[in-house]
Structure formats: structure tokens, C-alpha cells
């Protein structure tokens, strides 16, 4: 009798320990090398925004002079000359479309721990952290059985996704807690009729916008869902609408209804807006996009790294990934399918609409305009990611759970597959220190190592942006000349190692070149040396 008893306890702690071994994992994964990561283009960008500062301003300090890492870091950090409501008043005119909210907090958080690219990313790794509770707070409000809430949990634990942007100091972290914590307060609203939840969801809904204007995509899939729940309940004559769907509307209204001043803002700068959509723009064909949102999607499971855009030679390596990453997405179909078939509608079309919604939403404009977000920018698609988690979460607990003996341990096999496939990723990431995320900056290690090896080295170039993403990674002796007008410069003599950084535009300054040859530098053609003519 007390060994069966024992064997009972032991298969209720098992479980816990090692869904406990595997958070601690992730935690651990997301704080390791965490400053060692090539601080990227957009995270310049949010140096920039704390700083309180606009390009134009630094540009007046910086630009068209020889200036060290020192002088640059003063548009990365807070500063006493700015205060809290400058980055509202820079974000407004800059880059509306990104909301203020997770940058006054993250220049509270830098005020209070310190100026340094560890703290800086390190509140999105804490936010991260708010991504386990969550997702098994709103796995209870779907699912009755416990494992499906605890699988999701190690899903998430080990995903690569999660782990790429919980290390990056943007708000994607924070703005994948607030689309699971608003997607469990709709759940719960809905369910206990009580107004005061209607009142959390709507505060929900005021937070996700003020966190990322995209927020509106998983507003519109939560419409989607509440609309088909009750559709059967609408009446036209004579008109009559659910009680539910109503607190829904009035709950959404109001949460919106906050974000008007800031909507205010964006539809004022639309120009700016556009300018900085124009990086989403290109001419990929429809088949190379579609193998992008493939590549995405299974990404969230295992990511090696092989991006389209990046592989350099078609290897074994390269081969095998690709193969495990089709064989994730055949799973993930087939989840959605097996959730459809064995679970009602309030459901598997809360999933659905997760899932779909916010994907059709940038997917359609993508295909109609010839743009790329829904394929280069991968984080937008956050929710989505989300949802196709949930939807492995519960084909993967349920399976291992019933059946037969052989169906039962096959499925426990294909759950420590796809596990197993997440810490692998998790592992290079953890190594590697670019990532094909990193749009932009991908090579830019191979061009630091370089300059880093020269002899006091300057460094010419043309791209603010990419000035400041530099001085982060290389040599504290490394100085750097910022060409915002050629008609205003001329290359300085006298330095032993000068080089030029992405500056096509300067190549073609023959007039600025004339007493210099230009050497290129085995970096996929970004970095050149001059050397002074004889």
C-alpha cells in the first residue's frame, strides 16, 4: 500500500521538477551573455529615444567632426539635461508609431540600476520572466487539464523566439505578456459576468496599444472571437445583442478611447511613419515570402540560425535544419487541426482567431502592396506565435496522456523532440553574438573584428545609426567621422588606419577620394581602407 502510494506522489512531483528544471533553463538562457549580443540598429533607436534626444540634435554634435565612443554614448543613456517627458515629445515627431510606454519605464529602470547595455536589455528579460504565469494562467482558462498549461509553459521556457527577444532592449517581451494577460482577462470577463473584469480588460487594452501600436491586430482577433461565440445570439429584428458582447464593445471603446491622444500623434506624423515603414519594402516574390512565414513560424520551435537571407553554402547542417523545420510545421497543422476536432468552439476559435487575425492582417497588405513585414519583421507576429504554441501545448499533453501504451510513448518522444530542438537552439543562440534577427547588423562582427585588429583605427561613415551601433562593439581607441554632408568634409591625413563603413554614397565622392586608393576589406563589400597615394 505505501509503495503505491509513493508511486502516486512521485508521478504528481515528476512532472513539477521537471517542468521546473526547464523554466530555470529558460531564465537561464535569457540572462547568459546578455551584454555580449551585437546591440543592434532598433535598439540604437531606443538608446536614442531614452536619451530624450532626435537625430538632429546629435547629429549637430557629432556629425562632420572626428569624435570618440565617449561622445557618442551621450545620446544612448538618460541624462539630467533631458527629463522623462522629453521621450514623449521625441517619440511623437520621430517614430510615432512605436508608443512611449516601455521606454519611460525602461528610463526609470536605467535611473534607478545604472547606465550599461546589460541593464538596458535586462528589463525585457525580467518581463520575459511574466511570460510563464501568464501563458499558464490563460492555458487554465482554455483547458481544463493541468498538463496542457504546463507544457505551454516549457514551450515558451525553451522557445527560441522568446529567448531572441527577451534579450533585446525593445518591448516585444512586455508586449507578449500583455496580449496574454489580456487574452486571459477576456476569457475570464466572459465567463464570470462580473463588470469589474470588463474593467481590467479594458485597462489591458489601454497598456497593449501604449505598448506597441500593433496591439490593435490581437484587439481585432479578440473581436473576431467574441463576435463568433455569439453570433447565434444577434438579432437584427428586432435588433437585440448579447449582454457579453456588449460589456465587450463598451470595454474595447474605452480602452481605445485612451489611446486617441497618442493616435492623434501618429495620423499628424504619417509621413515620418512611412518613411520608417519603407525598410518593409521589397521584391520578393510571393514563394519566397510564403517561405519566410514557414521559416517564422517554425522558428518559434527550433531556430538554428539558417535564415534564407544569411546561408551562405547549402551544407548538411543547413539540410538538417530545414528538414526538422518542415517536419514542426507539419506538427503545428496538425495541432490545429486536432484542436478543432476535440475541443468545442469557445475553444479552438479563440486559438483560431489568435492565430490567424493578426496574421492575415499584415499578410494581405504584404501581398497587395509587395512589402515584406509580416516576413522580415517576425516580432509582429508575436500573437500569432502564441497561438500556434497553445495549439502544440495541447495536442502534445493530451497525447501523451491517452491512447495506448505504443501511442503514448510515441508522443512522449515527439514532445522531448521538440524540446530537445528549443534548448538546441537555445544553445547557439547563447553563443552566437548576431542572430538573422538583427536585420541590418547581421555581418557587422565580422567587420568589427577587423577594425578592432588595425592600428589606431578611424572610422568613416555615413549612417548615423549604424555609427552608434558600432561604437558598442568596437575599441575603446576606435575613433569615428560622421559624413552627414560630403560638401562640408574632407578626409583627414594623417591617420594610420582609416576606413569607410557602408558608405557607397562617399565611394562616388571621387572629388573627396582624390588623394586616397581605396581597399576593399573581405566583409561582403561594407567595409573599405583607404590608404593615403604616394
Same mark, same amino acid.
Given at each position: 500500500?505505501?509503495?503505491?502510494?509513493?508511486?502516486?506522489?512521485?508521478?504528481?512531483?515528476?512532472?513539477?521538477?521537471?517542468?521546473?528544471?526547464?523554466?530555470?533553463?529558460?531564465?537561464?538562457? &535569457?540572462?547568459?551573455?546578455?551584454?555580449?549580443?551585437?546591440?543592434?540598429?532598433?535598439?540604437?533607436?531606443?538608446?536614442?529615444?531614452?536619451?530624450?534626444y532626435t537625430w538632429?540634435?546629435?547629429?549637430?554634435?557629432?556629425?562632420?567632426?572626428?569624435?570618440d565612443i565617449n561622445?557618442?554614448?551621450?545620446?544612448?543613456?538618460?541624462?539630467?539635461?533631458?527629463?522623462?517627458?522629453?521621450?514623449?515629445?521625441?517619440?511623437?515627431?520621430?517614430?510615432?508609431?512605436?508608443?512611449?510606454?516601455?521606454?519611460?519605464?525602461?528610463?526609470?529602470?536605467?535611473?534607478?540600476?545604472?547606465?550599461?547595455?546589460?541593464?538596458?536589455? =535586462?528589463?525585457?528579460? @525580467?518581463?520575459?520572466?511574466?511570460?510563464?504565469?501568464?501563458?499558464?494562467?490563460?492555458?487554465?482558462?482554455?483547458?481544463?487539464?493541468?498538463?496542457?498549461?504546463l507544457m505551454a509553459?516549457?514551450?515558451? +521556457?525553451?522557445?527560441?523566439?522568446?529567448?531572441?527577444?527577451?534579450?533585446?532592449? &525593445?518591448?516585444?517581451?512586455?508586449?507578449?505578456?500583455?496580449?496574454?494577460? +489580456? *487574452?486571459?482577462?477576456?476569457? &475570464?470577463?466572459?465567463?464570470?459576468?462580473?463588470?469589474?473584469?470588463?474593467?481590467?480588460?479594458?485597462?489591458?487594452?489601454?497598456?497593449?496599444?501604449?505598448?506597441?501600436?500593433?496591439?490593435?491586430?490581437?484587439?481585432?482577433?479578440?473581436?473576431?472571437?467574441?463576435?463568433?461565440?455569439?453570433?447565434?445570439?444577434?438579432?437584427?429584428?428586432?435588433?437585440?445583442?448579447?449582454?457579453?458582447?456588449? =460589456?465587450?464593445?463598451?470595454?474595447?471603446?474605452?480602452?481605445?478611447?485612451?489611446?486617441?491622444?497618442?493616435?492623434?500623434?501618429?495620423?499628424?506624423?504619417? +509621413?515620418?511613419?512611412?518613411?520608417?515603414?519603407?525598410?518593409?519594402?521589397?521584391?520578393?516574390?510571393?514563394?519566397?515570402?510564403?517561405?519566410?512565414?514557414?521559416?517564422?513560424? =517554425?522558428?518559434?520551435?527550433?531556430?538554428?540560425?539558417?535564415?534564407?537571407?544569411?546561408?551562405?553554402?547549402?551544407?548538411?547542417?543547413?539540410?538538417?535544419?530545414?528538414?526538422?523545420?518542415?517536419?514542426?510545421?507539419?506538427?503545428?497543422?496538425?495541432?490545429?487541426?486536432?484542436?478543432?476536432?476535440?475541443?468545442?468552439? &469557445? /475553444?479552438?476559435? @479563440?486559438?483560431? +482567431?489568435?492565430?490567424?487575425?493578426?496574421?492575415?492582417?499584415?499578410?494581405?497588405?504584404?501581398?497587395?502592396?509587395?512589402?515584406?513585414?509580416?516576413?522580415?519583421?517576425?516580432?509582429?507576429?508575436?500573437?500569432?506565435?502564441?497561438?500556434?504554441?497553445?495549439?502544440?501545448?495541447?495536442?502534445?499533453?493530451?497525447?501523451?496522456?491517452?491512447?495506448?501504451?505504443?501511442? !503514448?510513448?510515441?508522443?512522449?518522444?515527439?514532445? *522531448?523532440?521538440? /524540446?530537445?530542438?528549443?534548448?538546441?537552439?537555445?544553445?547557439?543562440?547563447?553563443?552566437?553574438?548576431?542572430?538573422?534577427?538583427?536585420?541590418?547588423?547581421?555581418?557587422?562582427?565580422?567587420?568589427?573584428?577587423?577594425?578592432?585588429?588595425?592600428?589606431?583605427?578611424?572610422?568613416?561613415?555615413?549612417?548615423?545609426?549604424?555609427?552608434?551601433?558600432?561604437?558598442?562593439?568596437?575599441?575603446?581607441?576606435?575613433?569615428?567621422?560622421?559624413?552627414?554632408?560630403?560638401?562640408? /568634409?574632407?578626409?583627414?591625413?594623417?591617420?594610420?588606419?582609416?576606413?569607410?563603413? !557602408?558608405?557607397?554614397?562617399?565611394?562616388?565622392?571621387?572629388?573627396?577620394?582624390?588623394?586616397?586608393?581605396?581597399?576593399?576589406?573581405?566583409?561582403?563589400?561594407?567595409?573599405?581602407?583607404? !590608404?593615403?597615394?604616394?
Open positions: 500500500m505505501k509503495q503505491i502510494e509513493q508511486k502516486k506522489i512521485s508521478s504528481l512531483i515528476w512532472p513539477w521538477i521537471l517542468v521546473g528544471f526547464l523554466v530555470c533553463l529558460g531564465v537561464f538562457f &535569457r540572462f547568459y551573455n546578455l551584454d555580449k549580443k551585437v546591440y543592434w540598429i532598433d535598439e540604437v533607436y531606443t538608446g536614442l529615444w531614452i536619451s530624450g538632429n540634435e546629435a547629429l549637430k554634435t557629432i556629425a562632420n567632426r572626428v569624435v561622445d557618442l554614448h551621450k545620446f544612448q543613456f538618460p541624462s539630467d539635461e533631458k527629463g522623462i517627458f522629453s521621450i514623449i515629445q521625441v517619440k511623437s515627431v520621430s517614430n510615432p508609431e512605436h508608443p512611449p510606454l516601455y521606454y519611460l519605464l525602461l528610463k526609470l529602470w536605467l535611473e534607478f540600476f545604472g547606465d550599461s547595455i546589460w541593464v538596458t536589455r =535586462s528589463l525585457a528579460v @525580467f518581463a520575459s520572466l511574466l511570460i510563464f504565469p501568464c501563458i499558464y494562467w490563460l492555458c487554465r482558462e482554455l483547458f481544463e487539464p493541468r498538463r496542457v498549461a509553459v516549457v514551450l515558451v +521556457s525553451v522557445s527560441p523566439f522568446h529567448v531572441l527577444y527577451s534579450q533585446e532592449a &525593445r518591448q516585444y517581451s512586455l508586449w507578449t505578456v500583455i496580449i496574454l494577460l +489580456s *487574452s486571459g482577462m477576456l476569457l &475570464r470577463a466572459l465567463s464570470s459576468r462580473t463588470k469589474f473584469l470588463w474593467i481590467l480588460y479594458a485597462v489591458t487594452v489601454a497598456l497593449g496599444l501604449y505598448i506597441h501600436s500593433l496591439f490593435a491586430l490581437v484587439i481585432t482577433a479578440h473581436g473576431v472571437y467574441v463576435i463568433g461565440i455569439h453570433l447565434n445570439e444577434v438579432s437584427i429584428k428586432p435588433f437585440h445583442l448579447p449582454r457579453q458582447l456588449i =460589456s465587450y464593445i463598451i470595454a474595447t471603446l474605452a480602452g481605445i478611447m485612451t489611446f486617441v491622444p497618442w493616435l492623434y500623434l501618429i495620423f499628424s506624423n504619417l +509621413s515620418s511613419v512611412g518613411r520608417n515603414l519603407l525598410s518593409f519594402s521589397g521584391e520578393e516574390n510571393i514563394l519566397y515570402l510564403m517561405a519566410m512565414w514557414g521559416f517564422n513560424f =517554425s522558428s518559434v520551435f527550433m531556430d538554428a540560425g539558417y535564415s534564407f537571407r544569411y546561408v551562405e553554402h547549402f551544407d548538411l547542417g543547413v539540410l538538417i535544419s530545414y528538414t526538422i523545420q518542415v517536419l514542426i510545421l507539419i506538427l503545428a497543422a496538425y495541432s490545429i487541426y486536432f484542436l478543432y476536432s476535440t475541443t468545442i468552439q &469557445r /475553444i479552438w476559435l @479563440f486559438i483560431f +482567431s489568435l492565430i490567424v487575425i493578426p496574421f492575415l492582417c499584415l499578410a494581405i497588405p504584404d501581398l497587395l502592396l509587395g512589402e515584406t513585414k509580416s516576413g522580415i519583421g517576425s516580432r509582429y507576429l508575436a500573437a500569432s506565435y502564441l497561438g500556434i504554441q497553445l495549439a502544440v501545448a495541447y495536442l502534445l499533453a493530451t497525447k501523451m496522456g491517452s491512447g495506448f501504451y505504443k501511442q !503514448r510513448i510515441f508522443w512522449q518522444v515527439v514532445s *522531448s523532440l521538440v /524540446i530537445m530542438w528549443g534548448i538546441v537552439s537555445c544553445v547557439i543562440i547563447s553563443r552566437a553574438d548576431t542572430w538573422w534577427t538583427k536585420i541590418g547588423d547581421y555581418y557587422t562582427p565580422r567587420v568589427v573584428r577587423y577594425i578592432n585588429n588595425a592600428n589606431s583605427p578611424t572610422l568613416i561613415i555615413s549612417s548615423s545609426s549604424q555609427l552608434l551601433t558600432l561604437s558598442y562593439l568596437v575599441n575603446p581607441y576606435v575613433r569615428f567621422l560622421l559624413i552627414d554632408d560630403p560638401d562640408k /568634409i574632407q578626409i583627414p591625413h594623417g591617420y594610420k588606419s582609416l576606413f569607410i563603413y !557602408r558608405a557607397s554614397s562617399l565611394l562616388n565622392e571621387h572629388r573627396l577620394l582624390k588623394d586616397f586608393t581605396l581597399e576593399a576589406v573581405d566583409t561582403k563589400g561594407e567595409l573599405w581602407r583607404l !590608404r593615403e597615394s604616394p
